[in-house]
């Protein structure tokens, strides 16, 4: 048997949470011609980068947990908005490596701090970034985020037998 939790579940709370932090995201980089989902790739693109790498959007879809078709439509988006290069990977023709452009590296420049304002204001219930209970509010996220999930299916017969 189940037990009912009252209020809200969790599970309710990370998607209600998770919309918040989508539309103040949304907002805040809309002047620069960006949505979330951009800017989580722009953003992250610019932080490999740095670190030297030039990824493929398969490994840019790993680092956001973005499924790989929609870094793929992303990416073309920003493409031809001149915000990102597409250049196959001379390793594997197979692959697309993705760089910002001088106008992305700009761009993601202006929207990062923005960003980080809007973190810094979301995560003051917990005392600001860097305190022990953001840390351990980070740490609890990552714990569910690393916990594979193993989805049934409708017709999935264990979900479908009766118990006596």
Request: aromatic residues 4%.
């Amino acid at each position: 048997m189940s037990k009912v939790l009252p209020g809200p579940t969790p599970g309710f709370l990370v998607w209600r949470l998770a919309n918040k932090w989508r539309v103040a995201v949304d907002r805040a980089v809309a002047p620069l011609g960006l949505t979330h989902a951009q800017y989580s790739l722009v953003a992250s693109l610019y932080g490999m980068q740095r670190a030297g790498e030039r990824p493929s959007q398969r490994r840019l879809a790993d680092h956001t947990g973005l499924e790989a078709l929609y870094v793929s439509k992303l990416a073309r988006t920003l493409e031809s908005s001149g915000l990102i290069e597409r250049t196959r990977d001379p390793r594997d023709p197979r692959a697309v490596q993705l760089a910002l452009t001088e106008q992305g590296q700009a761009v993601t420049r202006q929207a990062i701090p923005a960003v980080q304002e809007l973190l810094q204001q979301l995560l003051e219930p917990l005392g600001g970034l860097g305190t022990p209970r953001t840390r351990a509010f980070t740490d609890e996220l990552t714990t569910l985020l690393d916990a594979p999930l193993t989805a049934s299916l409708p017709n999935d017969e264990s979900t479908n037998r009766r118990t006596p």
